[in-house]
């Protein structure tokens, strides 16, 4: 069975800051991964899907990087804002219609 | 236009009611899903349809019965609700399957509270 962890659960750092978040898994048979934020008492945002067969994404200052051998995901936040605090979630499908596992996300705060 | 939305946002009932939450998504979508956030903010599947079908039913009790009237809608029911039932459910839909078709999109989450 699929488990996903997310380190460290909770991180503080001064804005403008380079920053990464990191999720493992077990089971290397991953079809996407994928990572949101989630603002408090609201949905959650997609940020970047890596299929599979891919290393990395980029969208603005976020890179998220897959490494299927090793079960490792991370999220790299360039030049932290205030505005990036929320909960970073990481999430796996097996394919198909499976639903995500997720981690238990990393709640990060950015100091102004 | 919200691309998934959840009805509705707060649900505040006695243990033993029966309820319900809509879940609507205009994105066209095949596949939607149901997703439990406990009071510990872990996150975890309930329920996947695909075209009006049932794929997946993670262990959750039988009192909880998604229905799916059609492709845009998936509800989920709830007889004899239980205290331990208060969480954010969240309803989330995706293309289908196969690559970037698996992005999943999340509406905004129904806070339901059993007194």
């Known amino acids: 069975k699929q488990e996903v962890t997310q380190i460290p659960a909770a991180l503080s750092v001064p804005e403008g800051e380079n920053l990464v978040l990191n999720c493992s898994f077990t089971?290397?048979?991953?079809?996407?991964l994928q990572w949101f934020r989630q603002d408090p008492g609201k949905g959650l945002t997609s940020l970047l899907l890596?299929?599979?067969?891919?290393r990395e994404q980029t969208s603005g200052r976020l890179n998220a990087s897959l490494d299927k051998s090793s079960g490792r995901s991370t999220l790299y936040i360039a030049a932290s804002q205030p505005g990036d605090s929320a909960t970073y979630l990481c999430?796996?499908?097996?394919?198909?219609?499976?639903?995500?596992?997720f981690g238990k996300g990393t709640h990060l705060i950015i100091q102004p | 236009d919200t691309a998934v939305s959840q009805t509705p946002k707060y649900l505040v009932t006695q243990m033993g009611n029966d309820k319900s939450i809509k879940c609507e998504q205009n994105?066209?979508?095949?596949?939607m899903y149901w997703y439990k956030q406990d009071s510990k903010k872990f996150l975890k599947i309930m329920f996947s349809?695909?075209?009006?079908?049932?794929?997946i039913n993670e262990t959750v009790p039988n009192r909880f019965s998604p229905k799916s009237p059609d492709k845009a809608h998936l509800n989920l029911h709830i007889n004899s609700l239980e205290l331990g039932d208060s969480a954010v459910y969240f309803c989330?839909?995706?293309?289908?399957?196969?690559?970037?078709?698996?992005?999943?999109?999340f509406g905004a989450g129904t806070r339901l509270s059993v007194l």
């Open positions: 989330a839909s995706s293309q289908g399957s196969g690559g970037s078709k698996n992005i999943q999109y």
């Open positions: 089971d290397s048979a991953i079809y996407n």
């Open positions: 890596i299929q599979s067969s891919q």
């Open positions: 999430a796996l499908t097996g394919g198909g219609a499976d639903g995500l596992t």
């Open positions: 994105l066209g979508h095949d596949t």
């Open positions: 349809y695909n075209n009006k079908e049932l794929i």
